[in-house]
């Protein structure tokens, strides 16, 4: 089985977010599979180049049709942990600009870059069994096979997937696009198929034109069908739910591994977690808060939005504080939560440390150095933090959604049972008890902490447990029923 996935990010070439995780972990695990040849198909952004640029290989350049531009398109190449990865070339689009998302012209961008998939596969002499698209920004390629591509004989048997790794990003853009940069008609557009809200949707158009769709988990690939979670595309969520299932991540249990992870102090493992101490005080003295064994750190690593729940954090901060506790907050993003938290370093530096940057390496060493990790999603498609913190022996705090459901375990104290804790209702005072919880059963009760620790480090988050659900999927698709 030829299986190519298309992504606008995958560690360790460019990584934002769990999307990289994903698809730097994925093939390399299905690529233990004898039965599949998995390559996976990338933008080239400057920050490859200039990382990567030594070690990877033209394979040939060409032009393409960008509606009426002429584009040039250089194909690129590397062979890492045994997948093939190719990159996408084009100065103006990707390598003479510093970041990877957030232009104005990003519509564009992401359009090029899905032609330029579907021009140069034949020429690479891939052209794959199953197409398998991820979130928005590849959304559009089985609409571009069964409808801009249709004619080509060799792609009429491609199986395409996609999946959804975050709804809230659904590729919303002025249909003029369609004719502009697309180089088709307006039919599928005009008879709504493609519209949602007066916009060229091409979430929605990969849901409805896609194979199968799936999301990053089980409890999600409910929640999203609806209206509280779906973000406008419940609806078409449901009419296709035959379609749509929930296949929970895994993490790169090579990578995450705090018996050899190079970011950390000490190492350690479920049977000696003496290194873990040692990781807390140096991590403690790194962000400036005071070096004590005895007091619970509460280390938070994410993405500052309304969607990790920061806005409950915020709230609840001071109360959380009243207590003899650390935080240390690693994490970008909103101008709102940045400038809180950065208040809440100031007013409280014995307490509280705000790192607002994005450093993997110092991300590592709070998962291991942590006590407990705290991830209060209002909504989460898998997340991938509260699995790397469990590994490391971090017990998360967790609001029961998403995958955050799923992976996380809640404690139980009449039998001992539970990787972390969590709370149903989205609420302050329910983040907060829940957190006095955790802190009393860490300072009261180092036996049931100790079995949770082991617990947590031991559940299997691998991929080569996620990865055969994937496996199955495709399998299943390449059946003659289909
Ligand atoms: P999402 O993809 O929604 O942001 P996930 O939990 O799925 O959330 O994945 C987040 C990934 O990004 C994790 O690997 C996490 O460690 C990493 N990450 C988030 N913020 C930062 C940061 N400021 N510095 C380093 N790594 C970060």
């Known amino acids: 089985m030829k299986l190519l996935i298309a992504a606008a990010e995958a560690a360790p ?59 040039y398109v250089g194909v690129k190449t590397l062979t890492l942990d045994g997948t093939i990865f190719y990159f996408i070339d084009n100065g103006d689009y990707f390598t003479d600009r510093d970041g990877i998302y957030g232009y104005a012209d990003d519509g564009e961008r992401f359009a090029f870059f899905q032609l330029a998939i579907m021009e140069v596969i034949e020429r690479l002499d891939f052209v794959p069994d199953i197409l398998h698209a991820n979130d928005y920004h590849t959304a559009l390629l089985p609409f571009l096979v069964k409808e801009k591509y249709s004619w080509i004989q060799a792609f009429s048997k491609i199986r395409t997937v996609l999946t959804i790794h975050n709804i809230e990003f659904q590729g919303q853009f002025d249909p003029g696009m369609l004719s502009e940069l ?85 190492h350690f493992s479920v049977t000696d977690l003496k290194g873990k101490q040692v990781n807390k005080k140096t991590l403690q003295s790194l962000v400036g808060l005071p070096v004590r064994d005895d007091v619970p750190l509460i280390g938070i690593v994410s993405r500052l939005t ?43 530096p014995e307490k509280f440390s705000a790192n607002i940057t994005f450093n993997l390496g110092l991300a590592q060493l709070i998962y291991a150095a942590s006590d407990l990790f705290l991830m ?9 933090s509260q699995m790397m913190s469990m590994r490391y022996g971090t017990l998360p705090i967790v609001h029961e959604t998403g995958g955050l459901k799923d992976t996380v375990l809640p404690y139980n104290q009449f039998d001992g049972s539970g990787t972390g804790f969590s709370f149903e209702n989205f609420s302050g005072y329910q983040l907060v008890q829940t957190t006095f919880e955790a802190l009393d059963v860490y300072t009261n009760q180092p036996k049931a902490w100790k079995k949770l620790q082991e617990q947590a480090m031991t559940a299997d988050f691998s991929w080569d447990t996620a990865s055969l659900a994937y496996l199955k999927l495709y399998q299943e698709l390449l059946t003659p029923e289909h």
């Not at 209060?376 to 991938?384: D, I, V, Y």
């Open 376 to 384: 209060p999603s209002a909504f989460e498609p898998c997340g991938l």
């Open 306 to 348: 309304y969607q990790k729940g920061f806005h409950l954090v915020v709230d609840e901060m001071i109360n959380i504080l009243k207590k003899d506790v650390q935080v240390v907050l690693l994490g970008t993003g909103d101008p709102k939560f940045e400038h809180d938290f950065t208040y809440f370093g100031q007013a409280y």
């Open 182 to 266: 697309f180089g088709m008609g307006m039919e599928r557009y005009e008879d709504g198929t493609v519209r949602l809200a007066d916009c060229f949707n091409w979430l929605k158009a990969g849901i409805l034109y896609a194979d199968r769709v799936t999301t990053v988990s089980p409890t999600y690939a409910n929640e999203i069908k609806t209206p509280e979670f779906g973000k406008g595309l419940d609806v078409i969520l449901r009419m296709e739910s035959a379609k749509l299932s929930g296949l929970i991540n895994g993490i790169d249990t090579e990578l995450y591994d705090p018996q050899t992870d190079p970011h950390l102090a000490a």
């Open 13 to 71: 070439f460019i990584k934002t977010g769990g999307l990289g995780d994903v698809i730097g972990a994925l093939p390399k695990s299905l690529n233990q599979d004898k039965t599949v040849e998995t390559r996976v198909i990338l933008p080239y952004y400057r920050k490859i180049a200039e990382k990567f640029g030594g070690q990877i290989e033209d394979v040939f350049w060409t032009f393409i049709k960008v509606g009426w531009r002429h584009q």
